[in-house]
């Protein structure tokens, strides 16, 4: 590596960095941001630091065996998925970092990697405090539905993640959207769909949520929206991102109901699992600034199970009342564009 890679002291103004391409100094200074969104992200995702530890997961062995046979299958395989996901995150992250010149948005990036390892590692204490986590995390081996979708999530992953333009970058970073904003959404709303049964696995995915949804999801509609505005874009790439979020939506529909299919439960239809992922990937389009592409319907009942979970002082002042951690968001202006 050449060493102007570290320091480069004829390299460019830290507000000419752009996030694709260019030769930075060197220096990650918080007080000179190009982009207002790269800071007040990394704020928030500070403010709402949280470690597995603060959940309490002491009654979840027990609470998993009064589930029902199908709610166990059902919580095994969502958290099967789920793990999955925030495993390929972290590695997708730091390759994807490194596609990147903004050394504030890296900086950002940085953090997110810290949470993908988190949420890897409350999966971990989760299953554990159950009694299964061997079996959970070696699911895909038995079951072909959720190899496929592990496979399919890694494809995108991988597609542009080698970089070279920016046009790659930008389908790369829509690679991120949809898992952030499309592949988690069906496994959250069952675990809050099993609620009070099995508390602790709410509570974790409360905070899991919250990190992926209020924070992860608009940092990379924001990179999305940046390339874009910086670069020349091509039709065929925006043209590319509405497949990708396509196939996404296909490859969640397609597990949500292969689940659904095997285990049945609570009143959820394969109708009402289709309006609720076409609603999400529209509103995760209008979040890149992408016309929506999907049959919209009003918001459904999944999704308002989802919405309502992502209010954490709640959570935080049930369980650590000593501990309790503003949560700012409306105050913070996530999105410059
Ligand atoms: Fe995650
Ligand atoms: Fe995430």
């Not at 390299?11 to 100094?25: A, R, V």
């Not at 079951?143 to 970058?169: C, H, P, T, W």
Request: with cysteine.
């Amino acid at each position: 590596m050449d060493a102007t890679h570290y320091y480069n002291p004829n390299g460019e103004d830290i507000l000419d960095e752009k996030l694709y391409g260019g030769s930075p100094t060197g220096f990650v200074d918080f007080n000179r941001s190009r982009y207002r969104w790269d800071s007040n992200i990394y704020d928030l995702m500070n403010a709402n630091t949280w470690f597995p530890s603060e959940v309490n997961t002491a009654s979840e062995k027990k609470n998993f065996e009064h589930l029902t046979d199908n709610e166990q299958a059902i919580y095994k395989m969502t958290f099967a998925q789920l793990s999955f996901n925030d495993s390929a995150q972290e590695e997708y992250l730091s390759d994807f970092r490194r596609l990147a010149n903004n050394r504030l948005v890296k900086a950002v990036l940085s953090l997110q990697i810290m949470q993908e390892v988190n949420h890897s590692k409350s999966y971990a204490v989760l299953l554990d405090a159950c009694g299964n986590s061997e079996e959970v995390f070696n699911l895909y081996k038995h079951d072909a539905a959720l190899n496929k979708k592990n496979q399919q999530v890694a494809e995108q992953f991988a597609r542009y993640i080698d970089g070279g333009s920016a046009d790659k970058m930008l389908l790369s970073a829509m690679a991120s959207v949809n898992l952030e904003g499309i592949y988690f959404l069906l496994g959250f709303s069952y675990i809050y769909l099993l609620g009070d049964k099995v508390p602790g696995a709410r509570d974790m995915i409360k905070f899991i949520a919250r990190d992926e949804l209020n924070t992860h999801l608009p940092l990379f509609a924001n990179i999305f929206k940046t390339i874009q505005k910086e670069n020349k874009i091509a039709a065929s790439t925006i043209d590319a991102a509405y497949e990708m979020i396509s196939d996404a939506v296909e490859i969640e529909l397609e597990y949500g109901k292969y689940l659904l299919n095997r285990y049945p439960i609570m009143g959820v239809t394969p109708e009402l699992m289709e309006q609720t992922v076409y609603n999400y990937a529209n509103d995760r389009l209008k979040k890149i600034g992408l016309e929506p592409a999907f049959e919209e319907t009003p918001t459904t009942y999944l999704q308002k199970l989802v919405t309502k979970h992502l209010e954490m002082n709640e959570v935080k002042s049930n369980f650590f009342e000593s501990n309790v951690s503003n949560y700012a968001k409306s105050s913070i202006d996530l999105n410059d564009f």
